[in-house]
């Protein structure tokens, strides 16, 4: 189907704004800009407190922002990774995502402020989101968290890196995620490209050139390692089960599609849908689409179905 109405109008206002592509821009402009559009929300929505820490990362101090709902404690653990190609976005950037997420699924979220490439090239970023991951769980108490129900969650760029960190955690249970939450993902190097990478390729805010970009400056003088993309995995037995939310209209939505294939399966329970009409990085855009309002409430309802207590199989359902 064709763009939403909704989507349509944003992507004029872009064009019009004549914007150069991301890929030409300096960084540091680059990053400015992903600043400046988050800031244009009019909205903040509020949760019942909110943190910024630092963290002894394995790269040095690691910035966190925790987020905590008003409901009563203790709360479901949401480690989110945000998006941004690796090479920028931060905490204010997805603020507005974060708030979301905790308050419409009442869980603690912490917002992970990762290394970026290219100063910092795989598997920098991997290792903050593994790291800050395992300090929520043993802090879990502290935090007013429940451990028995740690999540992770991320969009894009952040999705890749939550799901790396459940294939890191997943030998030995370290630590124990009872499900993982993926917007949009990138579960695989750019080549051989996907279907939705050609059709995609130009024209729809996210291209196939700029995507080229943020995997090259992540993956650095590594280049492809066989370790940095989920789909990459030999086993994807024992994973956390996922809920892959993708937009219709995204060079990202095959390769989002094909990991929650191979995760069925694998015998893990993963529930997937694609979000008609939509651009890549709809779910920051809940105050624009009504689909973007619709998604999110699915994946708020997911995280309030993950249950605490024991590990359940990864072949139950959603």
């Known amino acids: 189907m064709p763009l939403a109405p909704t989507a349509r109008a944003w992507l004029d206002q872009m064009i019009a704004a004549g914007l150069p592509p991301i890929q030409r821009l300096p960084l540091a402009q680059s990053r400015q ?8 929300r009019a909205v903040v929505i509020p949760v019942g407190q909110v943190e910024d820490r630092l963290l002894p990362g394995p790269g040095g101090p690691l910035a966190v922002r925790l987020y905590w709902p008003g409901a009563p404690a203790p709360h479901r653990m949401l480690v989110y990774a945000h998006g941004g190609g690796f090479v920028r976005g931060d905490l204010d950037t997805h603020d507005h995502v974060c708030r979301e997420l905790c308050a419409a699924a009442e869980s603690l979220v912490v917002s992970v402020d990762y290394r970026l490439a290219p100063e910092h090239p795989y598997p920098a970023a991997l290792d903050d989101c593994l790291f800050a991951t395992r300090w929520a769980h043993a802090n879990a108490a502290a935090l007013r968290g429940d451990a028995r129900c740690l999540l992770v969650a991320g969009d894009s760029a952040g999705a890749n890196l939550a799901a790396m960190v ?5 030998e030995g249970r370290d630590p124990p995620i009872r499900g993982q939450l993926l917007f949009y993902p990138v579960t695989a190097h750019y080549d051989p490209p996907t279907a939705s990478y050609g059709e995609f390729a130009e024209g729809h805010f996210l291209t196939r050139d700029a995507m080229r970009w943020f995997i090259d400056l992540y993956l650095g003088a590594a280049q492809s390692p066989a370790d940095a993309f989920p789909l990459d995995a030999a086993d994807l037995h024992g994973l956390p089960p ?24 694998s015998g893990v329970a993963c529930a997937y849908r694609c979000v008609d009409g939509m651009l890549h990085g709809f779910m920051a855009q809940t105050d624009l689409h009504p689909q973007a309002q619709e998604a999110m409430r699915e994946a708020c309802a997911w995280i309030r179905a993950r249950p605490s207590g024991p590990r359940a199989s990864s072949g139950l359902g959603r």
């Open 33 to 40: 800009m992903a600043r400046d559009l988050a800031a244009r």
């Open 166 to 170: 459940c294939l890191r955690a997943r």
């Open 242 to 265: 996922a809920l892959i939310l993708t937009a219709e209209c995204d060079p990202l939505r095959d390769e989002g599609q094909a990991y929650a294939d191979r995760l069925r399966a």
